[in-house]
T-cell receptor, first 115, second 115 residues
Framework: DVKVTQSSRYLVKRTGEKVFLECVQDMDHENMFWYRQDPGLGLRLIYFSYDVKMKEKGDIPEGYSVSREKKERFSLILESASTNQTSMYLC??????????????FGSGTRLTVV | AQKITQTQPGMFVQEKEAVTLDCTYDTSDQSYGLFWYKQPSSGEMIFLIYQGSYDEQNATEGRYSLNFQKARKSANLVISASQLGDSAMYFCAMRGTGANSKLTFGKGITLSVRP
């Protein structure tokens, strides 16, 4: 019954490493999103994608990039991990379409610690 | 631009009592959707309830209801007969019109249910 799967639940990486966070959805959703969640700041949008090979910056894209080669998979890349990227990362997906009735389906999150 | 405001500090409620979680929003869109999500300590985001801006009746889903006051731009979540399992963080979110509109989240409210 799992619909949005994030590859790792917990991850510890060293400063300067290149980090890949993977997200796969099986609901044939067009839209996919990456958020980071920090205490007192809520969820902040990093990047999103409306279609394969398409991406757009969210509110806090600095230090991140993304890749969407297949409709079901959306990867978040930390080019050179830093300690201020220690956070909870949440992937989500949704149908596209006009109107505002479509919410998101979230993955279980990846708690990343950069040391 | 859309904005969601959740300003309550951590909330406490006695088991079996009702509790209201506040949410105000700001948007220039005429048509929009309002959502509430629950995030237990395990981290997954669980969709609770949706209210469309043109819906004449307040949304209800089991023990959850949304007190929608459009003129005041508020969308408060009411949980009736609180249970210990309701202890979690709760996020209010909104999504505007347009094929690719995004969910904007508030900072969340922590609810603790006391036995």
């Amino acid at each position: 019954d799992v619909k949005v799967t994030q590859s790792s639940r917990y991850l510890v990486k060293r400063t300067g490493e290149k980090v890949f966070l993977e997200c796969v959805q099986d609901m044939d959703h067009e839209n996919m999103f990456w958020y980071r969640q920090d205490p007192g700041l809520g969820l902040r949008l990093i990047y999103f994608s409306y279609d394969v090979k398409m991406k757009e910056k969210g509110d806090i894209p600095e230090g991140y990039s993304v890749s969407r080669e297949k409709k079901e998979r959306f990867s978040l890349i930390l080019e050179s991990a830093s300690t201020n990227q220690t956070s909870m990362y949440l992937c989500a997906s949704s149908f596209a379409g006009f109107g505002s009735t479509y919410g998101y389906t979230f993955g279980s999150g990846t708690r990343l610690t950069v040391v | 631009a859309q904005k969601i405001t959740q300003t309550q500090p951590g909330m406490f409620v006695q088991e079996k009592e009702a509790v209201t979680l506040d949410c105000t929003y700001d948007t220039s869109d005429q048509s929009y959707g309002l959502f509430w999500y629950k995030q237990p300590s395990s981290g997954e985001m669980i969709f609770l309830i949706y209210q469309g801006s043109y819906d004449e009746q307040n949304a209800t889903e089991g023990r959850y209801s949304l007190n929608f006051q459009k003129a005041r731009k508020s969308a408060n979540l009411v949980i009736s007969a609180s249970q210990l399992g309701d202890s979690a963080m709760y996020f209010c979110a909104m999504r505007g019109t347009g094929a690719n509109s995004k969910l904007t989240f508030g900072k969340g409210i922590t609810l603790s249910v006391r036995p």
